[in-house]
């Protein structure tokens, strides 16, 4: 298991690799399939659908959670 830091450069380093997008459709999508591979490869938290606050894992934005 790594840390959020470890897993925040991990994240950074896919996306700044990543080819670029076309729209911010296609930004929004690569957020979080980049986000949730790397949770998945490096949290050791599984992937909870209800999008909990408090189990340690980072999860990728959301269209209907606007702030």
């Known amino acids: 298991m ?3 830091a470890q897993r925040l450069d991990e994240f950074f380093r896919r996306l700044l690799a990543a080819p670029a997008c076309g729209s911010a ?3 929004f999508a ?6 949730i ?3 998945d490869e490096l949290s050791g938290i599984a992937f909870d659908a209800g999008y ?3 189990d340690g894992r980072m999860y990728p ?3 209907d959670a606007e702030r």
């Open 2 to 4: 790594k840390s959020i």
């Open 25 to 27: 459709d296609e930004a």
């Open 30 to 35: 690569l957020l979080g399939r980049v986000l």
């Open 37 to 39: 591979e790397v949770e």
């Open 52 to 54: 909990p606050f408090d």
């Open 61 to 63: 934005p959301r269209t």
